[in-house]
């Protein structure tokens, strides 16, 4: 059975760090693309970073790009996100997800992903 756990979400103020982390089980996490996706209140679920496994390459939404950055720990079978310079706005829930094989185009539709974490949230405020 293919799991996603995430951890890492907490209250920060604006400009501080977060680190999050999707604990992923029940797959060999190589041959899964995993992306990160984040619903704030009352707002659709936005895609936020994905590495592909068409091309192993990491993508980011014009949102995050150049503030947070994602890496797969294969050994440990973990997906990171570090989020960096955090705004007002990045306040959400964060979750993980996992689909057998995608491509760039289609990355941050949520509809295409199979598997789900069950969130982590995230709370900037001063």
């Known amino acids: 059975q293919v799991q996603f756990v995430e951890s890492g979400g907490g209250f920060v103020q604006p400009g501080g760090s977060l680190r999050l982390s999707c604990a992923a089980s029940?797959?060999?996490?190589?041959?899964?693309?995993v992306g990160w996706f984040r619903q704030a209140p009352g707002k659709e679920r936005e895609g936020l970073s994905c590495?592909?496994?068409?091309?192993?390459?990491?993508y980011y939404s014009d949102s995050v790009r150049g503030r947070f950055t994602s890496a797969r720990d294969t050994a440990e079978s973990t997906v990171y996100l570090q989020l960096n310079n955090l705004k007002p706005e990045d306040t959400g829930t964060y979750y993980c997800?996992?689909?057998?094989?995608?491509?760039?185009?289609?990355?941050?539709?949520?509809?295409?992903?199979?598997?789900w974490g069950q969130g982590t949230e995230v709370t900037v405020s001063s």
């Open positions: 997800a996992g689909v057998r094989a995608t491509v760039r185009a289609m990355c941050f539709i949520p509809a295409i992903w199979d598997f």
């Open positions: 029940g797959l060999t996490l190589n041959n899964y693309a």
């Open positions: 590495i592909t496994n068409s091309d192993g390459n990491t």
